[in-house]
């Protein structure tokens, strides 16, 4: 009874529980590498959260130092694509053995559809009533 009795207690149990823990820290199952990936999104998200706080923050500020910086960049693309798409296409037509500059419109458009994307959400914003 002696042997049995060893054979079926909770000491006896302790090895199977280690080799168990073992095996689980090595092995991860489907839904704990969802959790992990869902975890590791959200981390990856507060930096873009927190800048756009801060920019929805800076777009309410009353000085033209600070609010102005949109406006003053969406007037750059706008003058950049004026150049790039009428005044260079007129002046090359007009004057072609001068030749006119190229501008880097990949710049200018990444920029301006940076800008009209948050210009859409601000848009949204005021048309929900969620700022003044």
């Not at 090595?26 to 590791?40: A, C, P, Q, R, V």
């Amino acid at each position: 009874m002696g042997f049995l009795t060893k054979l079926f207690t909770s000491t006896a149990a302790e090895p199977i529980k280690a080799i168990g823990n073992v095996l689980d820290d090595l092995f991860t199952s489907d839904e704990e590498e969802l959790n992990l990936k869902i975890i590791k999104q959200r981390l990856e998200q507060k930096p873009a959260l927190i800048q756009a706080e801060i920019m929805k923050v800076q777009a309410q500020h009353r000085s033209l130092f600070v609010a102005g910086c949109r406006p003053f960049l969406m007037w750059v693309c706008g003058f950049g694509f004026m150049f790039a798409f009428i005044i260079n296409p007129v002046l090359q037509w007009l004057l072609p053995e001068i030749g006119a500059p190229e501008l880097p419109l990949d710049v200018i458009m990444e920029l301006t559809l940076a800008m009209l994307g948050l210009s859409g959400l601000r848009t949204l914003e005021k048309i929900k009533g969620l700022t003044r």
